[in-house]
């Protein structure tokens, strides 16, 4: 089994639409839904094409969380972040 094809069976425990949503907000907004769910749980954060898809991926590894996958989603993309096992 692929890489991507594991990725494709982890289930996201919720999921953020922020197309449109500018940084730094959108970096803000994932950070507060990823502290508001136990650790290791899934978030799918949906991201515009440029500054988002750079920055956002980025800051939440910085902040500890392993992003799981980037998969391009018509203009934009999906991201699937585990949130940090250690709180």
Do not use: W
């Amino acid at each position: 089994m692929t890489r991507q094809e594991e990725m494709s069976d982890v289930q996201p425990d919720a999921e953020l639409d922020l197309r449109g949503v500018i940084c730094p907000y959108n970096f803000v907004k994932t950070k507060l839904k990823l502290e508001a769910m136990e650790p290791g749980q899934v978030l799918a954060v949906i991201l515009d094409d440029g500054e988002p898809i750079r920055n956002v991926p980025r800051s939440v590894k910085d902040d500890g969380h392993t992003v799981l996958a980037q998969e391009p989603l018509e203009q934009s993309f999906r991201v699937i972040i585990r949130k940090r096992m250690n709180e």
